[in-house]
């Protein structure tokens, strides 16, 4: 499988690398190391939807400013490689025509739910990180590793980990660290992907959980986002990242919520500890994983809350 990859990009003269629609460390680190290896006649693809921002944080990656966006994208491609590309529906727009008539696709990534759309499928599910699973594939093909393709490893891996905090973590992902750690400095690293944040995005994190609301003797933490809230802080949809995981952090909370207005119904995010949040969300049929999961419930903000929260208590 690994000789057919890189014949693949050997034989092709036009290669466009896809990251996901709102792109993440690991989509964007994995773009960026596959093109360092590629060189010229690969183009990064990076897509923005709705309310969402460019990634700047992500700009100290080589090759991520030169990417094209869905406005300035041609045809011109024979081969389409998707990084971390969880599934085809995650591609949208024009670059999901280009890539449904391409000649030669590849699809390389860790989610256990990708159904393999490419012509060539490399996805090992359950590893860390589409940065881990790539690192594999170019050291079995005994491919160099260069500082700029560490970068982009190393920065997909730090993020997809949590910084090696998730259960996905294991020997061979420190192994694969330990050999990146030595081709760059990772605390700068750390830094760049951690200490650039917009202030708004910590102001509005920050009013969001003081007006947390608890009950069920703490065991349940929440939060609303109101449209209102959303407008004062000019928040962008990825200011909502990580405040759910921070009103789970507190001790005794058992499950935690959080639920967003947006035009087309109420998003409710939830992570827990023990129970299974999948069971709440396909009450609204939505879905995830056991302790991350989401839904969307069609009414209006208020009624959404009262509706769920009934939800919620009954899985206490
Ligand atoms: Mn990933």
Redesign the pocket.
Same mark, same amino acid.
């Given at each position: 499988m690994e000789k057919e990859i890189l014949k693949s990009i050997e034989d092709s003269s036009r290669i466009l690398i896809i990251t996901h629609v709102n792109p &993440?460390g #690991? %989509?964007l680190g994995c773009a960026s190391a596959l093109k360092s290896y590629i060189g010229e006649k690969a183009d990064i693809l990076i897509q923005i939807k709705d309310n969402f921002n460019f990634p700047n944080t992500y700009s100290f990656l080589p090759h991520i400013n030169n990417s094209k966006n869905l406005s300035n994208l041609n045809n011109e491609y024979d081969l389409i490689i998707a990084v &971390?590309v969880a599934s085809i529906d995650r591609i949208i727009d024009k670059a999901k025509n280009i890539f449904e008539k391409a000649q030669n696709t590849i699809v390389i #990534?860790?989610?256990k739910t990708n159904s393999g759309y490419g012509k060539i499928n490399y996805i090992k599910g359950g590893i860390s990180? %589409?940065?881990e699973v790539l690192f594999d594939l170019f050291e079995k093909s005994n491919i160099e590793i260069t500082s700029d393709m560490a970068l982009g490893l190393y920065s997909?891996i730090l993020t &997809?980990t949590g910084c090696f905090k998730y259960e996905s973590t294991t020997s061979h992902t420190f192994e694969i660290a330990s050999s990146l750690s030595k081709l760059i400095n990772t605390s700068n690293v750390a830094d760049l992907c951690y200490t650039n944040k917009p202030k708004n995005l910590i102001l509005f994190q920050n009013y969001l959980i003081s007006n947390a609301i608890f009950c069920a003797n703490d065991k349940i933490a929440y939060t609303l986002i109101t449209k209102e809230i959303i407008e004062k802080f000019s928040a962008k949809d990825e200011y909502t990242e990580g405040i759910c995981e921070t009103l789970r952090s507190i001790s005794g909370v058992e499950i935690a919520f959080v639920l967003k207005e947006t035009n087309n119904g109420v998003k409710a995010s939830i992570r827990t500890k023990e129970i299974d949040a999948t069971r709440i969300a396909e009450k609204f049929n939505g879905g995830g994983h056991k302790r991350a999961a989401g839904c969307t419930i069609k009414e209006k903000i208020n009624t959404a809350c009262d509706i769920f929260i009934k939800e919620v208590l009954a899985h206490i």
């Open positions: &993440d #690991d %989509t &971390d #990534d860790h989610h990180s %589409t940065g997909a &997809d």
